[in-house]
């Protein structure tokens, strides 16, 4: 497609300064051909630009000054390109119609303009609204609600009593719904299963990452809000809770009854421990075990600092120990203060 | 469902004091309704029990001193909760009898009264017990004998043969049976595979999460023992042998060879190296990685305590040089042992 | 299938010492029943082969000599004992043919010898070289380019526009091409997607392990290089490269725009962090998060250390404030030296 610079502004925002030119695609600086516009995210960057081939970027006022080339000027370039890219770049669509392989149950029900590819399979009192796109060997369960202009991938499993609203994309290997962890010992400490009936709610506008798992909850739901951004092979447990519009990177595990504020943003490879809450807009560093609650929004870490494996054995034996040389410390400060005669603060 | 409470004694036993009620649901103090029962499994949570509509409790004696319902007395609340939830909340069942998109290939045996839905592909010479429940889009491989009374929910793929027992349920996505990661280099440095046909063994009474991985033994197979249970998006690698009724919470990592004991508790996001033993009733911390065999059973720990980054920059500098701390500390005790005339214990 | 040593010779080097006997399988010491060829891998496990029932064993110069049985001696017995069990243990072949359920949309085109089984679903434009092994239910987008050789199990999906070099092996549940993890906050801090349209090119001879997941590039390609060999359960983020012959076991993640080096060996759990290059043959420990670049090759490591939950407690609790243990000692050395009259080297 080509569009006009005055059109995406119409569109987005911003304002121009230059040529009105007609693009024709979105790439970043060293990538784009002629004909096509750029942007500059971060100012450090900005020394990149000299060699563009690009005929326009999307650029903020304070990187702009001797910048030659047409210019969108906004006060967020990284968000200005999302957009835009997104106009470029369409999600590929499936083929319109509901291909004779699908298989629904009885009661489904299906909005207009449905794209269910092959070997879909739909079960009983479900409903699916419009525009869906439902990508090969999808398959849904009983009285699962899906909003309209949904995405679902192949080898999708939604499994029963599952809620998801509009415009939400679940990339391949998703499963959301499958039994909560909880397992009570008997008086042999062999487990016993406790049923899990809360099912899932997810909001608006979810984006969930391939093979990412999202577990019922036990007597009530799951519940993902709107706008909420779930990176790949992430684990979220029974009964958690994720605030709107936060972010959560891959391999990061949420276990049960924790509750995520909005905004937040949880770095891969995190672990939150269970019934802890986050408070809203805290981030949270890679790797970092959260095993108590957050009150206070700030950023948060806990990754042990890696190095060449002979300093890391010579100095992590000391961890086992770090509570006998608080004591040997202790004991000099007291032998220090009785040679010199000053008062011992810490005996 | 209804049923009276003495009905419940004569299925999980307990005592009944009180008016022999008829019950209608299972659910928690704060969300039951009038008709249903309601359980308590820790003492601190009886001030939630004056603003219950339950009409009858499932309570341990120390905490059914002053409760004015119906109570089942048992010494173990929460495993006798999780029976009686079982028994209002059984899972939905598939619909009976072999789908026509069923497709079985040559030699395979089904038991009597199967519900296997659509497009499940079963492999040559494998045989699936007495009241199957495979719900769709399952793949079973060749020479698979899976018991009597399994659930396979959509999406798993089970891999040549493995053994399952009876009563096992599989969430989605589970992969049983995958190769095991086994790479010889050779003189170039370059990888080159070692068959693994050792194949898997699972007892009965095992539940294994949505998109856990367990891997065929090399020679031998990888072994999961009666009543485990295993939450999602765990690896579990060639030759692992896991002890009965032990748990394994989500994104737990089990390398090569490593044996884990009866009753063991893996915590969410910790890791085995291979090789190692695990013992009996051993308990280990959540993100703990555990890098040598443990003789007694304990509860182990070693994750990374959080803080505000500020703090943990300020601090983590610091593990680099504990071993200088050290040697810093013992020059002292030497100096001050000096000064004051002592012997210096630590020279 | 049996074979002579000296067949084996010709095929894959060796000298014989001893009879030149048939063998009709692999087998360690302790498994190996007569007729059988063993291999001794570690010197260390030599006492084993005194109650071995093998017929022949692979075996290096340095551990061969008073050994009776016919000896294939070779300066690398475990690559070599790989190359025996690939010939004696080939993988499970699909049946020839494209079974009638397989979707092929326009302009597919299939290679010579396909062996394309049950519900496959491939998408518009894409190809599949010659001799393709692919199992159940495995779905493959557009414009999709696999070579010859491969080896899909079920259940695995690829989207649009990924490059799949000869020879490769791809578990159950593996995802090849989901969105890379791209949002941009907008002025009320909600998420705007980035689209991902690099791809993804996969190399040669890569193995890639069940329910691991390969995101898209966002406008250049993730990249894995030949030979590259990956566990289960990983995360290869958008516009990661993983070098030539590299090894990932499982449970890793790798964020974006890492650059992974040749003949590396990332051990099980560790995760690297975004935009960072790590050397040709480095190795990383399990568990150890990389939060730089690595310039020189070495055995790297950072995990804590587990221990009993009571001494953890006691020690842990010091890291969150080794800054001021530092601090103390650094008194104490001012304090000692004013003492004692010598200079305060750490003042």
């Given at each position: 497609?080509?569009?006009?610079?005055?059109?995406?502004?119409?569109?987005?925002?911003g304002?121009?300064?230059?040529?009105?030119?007609?693009?024709?695609?979105?790439?970043?600086?060293n990538?784009?051909?002629?004909?096509?516009?750029?942007?500059l995210?971060?100012?450090?960057?900005?020394?990149?630009?000299?060699?563009?081939?690009?005929?326009?970027?999307i650029?903020?006022?304070?990187?702009?000054?001797?910048?030659?080339?047409?210019?969108i000027?906004t006060?967020?370039?990284?968000?200005?390109?999302?957009?835009?890219?997104?106009?470029f770049?369409?999600?590929?669509?499936?083929?319109?119609?509901?291909?004779?392989?699908?298989?629904?149950?009885?009661?489904v029900?299906i909005?207009?303009?449905?794209?269910?590819?092959?070997?879909?399979?739909?079960?009983?009192?479900?409903?699916?609204g419009?525009?869906?796109?439902?990508?090969?060997?999808?398959?849904?369960?009983e009285?699962?609600?899906?909003?309209?202009?949904i995405?679902?991938?192949p080898?999708?499993?939604?499994?029963?009593?599952?809620?998801?609203?509009d415009?939400?994309?679940?990339?391949?290997?998703?499963?959301?719904?499958?039994?909560?962890?909880?397992?009570?010992?008997?008086?042999k400490?062999?487990?016993?299963?406790?049923?899990?009936?809360g099912?899932?709610?997810?909001?608006?506008?979810?984006?969930?990452g391939?093979?990412?798992?999202?577990?019922c909850?036990?007597?009530?739901p799951?519940?993902?809000?709107?706008?909420?951004?779930i990176?790949?092979?992430?684990?979220?447990?029974?009964?958690?809770?994720?605030?709107a519009?936060?972010?959560?990177?891959?391999?990061?595990?949420i276990?049960?009854?924790?509750k995520?504020?909005?905004h937040?943003?949880l770095?891969?490879?995190c672990?939150i421990?269970g019934?802890?809450e986050?408070a809203?807009y805290?981030?949270?560093?890679?790797?970092?075990?959260?095993?108590?609650?957050?009150?206070?929004?700030?950023?948060?870490?806990?990754?042990y600092?890696?190095s060449?494996?002979k300093?890391?054995?010579?100095?992590?034996?000391?961890?086992?120990?770090?509570?006998?040389?608080?004591?040997?410390i202790?004991e000099?400060?007291?032998?220090t203060?009785h040679?010199?005669?000053?008062?011992?603060?810490n005996a």
């Amino acid at each position: 497609m080509e569009i006009k610079l005055s059109e995406l502004i119409n569109k987005f925002g911003g304002s121009l300064v230059g040529k009105d030119l007609i693009v024709s695609g979105v790439a970043p600086t060293n990538l784009a051909s002629q004909g096509q516009i750029t942007f500059l995210t971060e100012s450090k960057y900005k020394k990149d630009l000299c060699n563009t081939l690009a005929s326009a970027i999307i650029i903020a006022e304070k990187d702009a000054e001797d910048v030659t080339i047409s210019k969108i000027i906004t006060d967020n370039p990284y968000w200005y390109f999302s957009k835009v890219s997104q106009l470029f770049n369409p999600r590929r669509l499936v083929k319109l119609g509901i291909k004779p392989t699908v298989i629904c149950d009885d009661d489904v029900q299906i909005g207009d303009s449905p794209a269910i590819a092959d070997y879909v399979v739909i079960g009983k009192n479900s409903k699916v609204g419009k525009n869906s796109q439902i990508h090969p060997h999808v398959v849904i369960g009983e009285n699962v609600a899906i909003g309209d202009n949904i995405t679902i991938y192949p080898n999708v499993t939604i499994y029963d009593n599952v809620t998801i609203g509009d415009n939400c994309v679940l990339h391949s290997g998703v499963v959301v719904g499958s039994d909560g962890f909880g397992n009570a010992p008997d008086n042999k400490k062999q487990w016993s299963r406790i049923p899990q009936i809360g099912g899932v709610v997810i909001g608006n506008c979810v984006e969930i990452g391939a093979n990412t798992t999202i577990d019922c909850g036990t007597f009530t739901p799951t519940i993902i809000h709107d706008g909420v951004v779930i990176d790949n092979l992430v684990q979220i447990a029974h009964n958690v809770e994720i605030g709107a519009y936060s972010g959560v990177a891959a391999c990061v595990g949420i276990a049960g009854s924790a509750k995520i504020g909005k905004h937040c943003q949880l770095a891969g490879g995190c672990g939150i421990t269970g019934h802890v809450e986050i408070a809203d807009y805290t981030v949270i560093g890679g790797a970092t075990g959260i095993s108590k609650s957050i009150t206070k929004p700030d950023l948060y870490m806990g990754a042990y600092p890696f190095s060449a494996y002979k300093d890391y054995a010579k100095n992590a034996v000391h961890l086992k120990n770090l509570h006998g040389m608080h004591l040997r410390i202790k004991e000099l400060e007291h032998k220090t203060a009785h040679i010199t005669g000053e008062n011992d603060d810490n005996a």
